[in-house]
Every structure is written in structure tokens, then in C-alpha cells.
């Protein structure tokens, strides 16, 4: 499994529900990534989305301890048990995990891939990714140049996990 990610200089990846900045290259890094995949993702994380809704052109899994929720658009499922009998049937190289900080930490252990939008600044954050900088088991492998938004700086980092 692939794990995708933007953080900040604390790896802070949200705020109160929310994104912590949209930036346009970094969604089309995102789309380009995950379309056509499945995607893994918690019912807060779900409800961030506009209109609440899966995105398209993806295989939407929701994960939640809520047993009377139910999503039409996408497949909802209650525990861990039941995803990974599920995901027996994909191609761990076709299933991203997309968040939340929850569900981020469940599936660390479970991915061989990272993708980390790096942002080099200090948001107000409530919400983390742990930090692959300081894990042992994982390395950075590739790193783009230094992008720009406004004025942000940004790069886009590659981490796999030692074998």
C-alpha cells in the first residue's frame, strides 16, 4: 500500500477538518496519483470533501466505528478485519491511504510508499502525520526541486520503507 500525504514543518496535516492550504500543483500531484486506484480513507476525512461526497474516478473506502453509516458512492466498512479481507482482492500498489491521522496510523506499518508534500512552513495544526524524517524504517528516496505557491515554498519527497 501507498500512503499520500501534504504536511508542514511539524507534519501538521490539518486544522479543525480542514486542509491546512490547497495548493493547486499539489492536488494535481494528488489526482494524478490516485486516479483510477482505490483509496482508503476515514468518514471525517470523507466529510472534508465537497458536498461530503467520494471522489470520482477512484475506489472510495470509508472507514468508520459508526455501524449505521452508510455511503452509496463508496463502499463503508467497520474494522480493520474487514478492510484487509477487502483488500485481499486489490493490488497493494493500487490502494492509497489518504487520511485522516487516525487512519494515517493504523496503515504506517501496512505501507511501502510515501508520498510527502513537504511544505516549508509552520501551520496551526491538530491533526498529524508521524513523522518519517525521525523513523527509522523509512528513508526519503527522491525529492523535487523547491516549487513555490504565493509565498510558500514546497517540494514534493518520495519515502519507501527500508527493507
Partial sequence: MKLIASVDNNWGI?????????????????????????????????????????LSDRENIIL???ISYTNRDARVIH???????????????????????????????RCDVAYITKIDYEFAADSYLPNLDKNPEWECI??????????????????????
Fill in 79 to 109: 474494522g480493520m478485519e474487514e478492510l484487509e479481507s477487502l483488500l485481499v482482492e486489490r493490488e497493494s500498489d493500487e490502494v492509497y491511504i489518504i487520511g485522516g491521522q487516525s487512519v494515517y496510523e493504523q496503515f504506517l506499518d
Fill in 14 to 54: 490539518g486544522y479543525k477538518g480542514k486542509l491546512l492550504v490547497s495548493i493547486p500543483s499539489d492536488q494535481r500531484f494528488f489526482r494524478n496519483e490516485t486516479v483510477g486506484k482505490t483509496v482508503v480513507l476515514g468518514r471525517r476525512t470523507l466529510d472534508t470533501f465537497p458536498g461530503g461526497r467520494p
Fill in 64 to 66: 468508520t466505528r459508526d
Fill in 142 to 163: 527522491e525529492e523535487s526541486e523547491e516549487k513555490t505557491y504565493y509565498n510558500l515554498c514546497y517540494k514534493f519527497c518520495k519515502y519507501v520503507r527500508k527493507k
